[in-house]
């Protein structure tokens, strides 16, 4: 049997086989911090999946909280900042 669909991927390639853009790559380069701080919350809390925490165990999954809470406030700073005119806070 013979293919007969068109050889350019592009012809054929759905908007989801393409790559990011550079938009979409600036935007989790920004939110970059906050992922970042949402992996170690979460590896702190799969520490604890098959025991009880111990106090250390606590301490890391607060420290962790504490570190997701202040990137998402700063990504919440820094994208009221972007639209604000004048870029004045």
Do not use: F, W
């Amino acid at each position: 049997m013979k293919h007969i669909g068109a050889p350019q991927a592009v012809v054929t390639a759905d908007e989801y086989d393409r790559g990011p853009t550079a938009a979409e790559l600036d935007a989790i380069e920004e939110e970059m911090p906050l992922i970042l701080a949402e992996v170690d919350l979460l590896d702190a809390q799969i520490v604890t999946l098959d025991r009880t925490p111990s106090e250390l165990d606590a301490c890391r999954i607060r420290r962790a909280l504490r570190q997701v809470l202040a990137e998402r406030v700063a990504l919440a700073n820094r994208a009221a900042a972007a639209s604000l005119p004048g870029g004045a806070a």
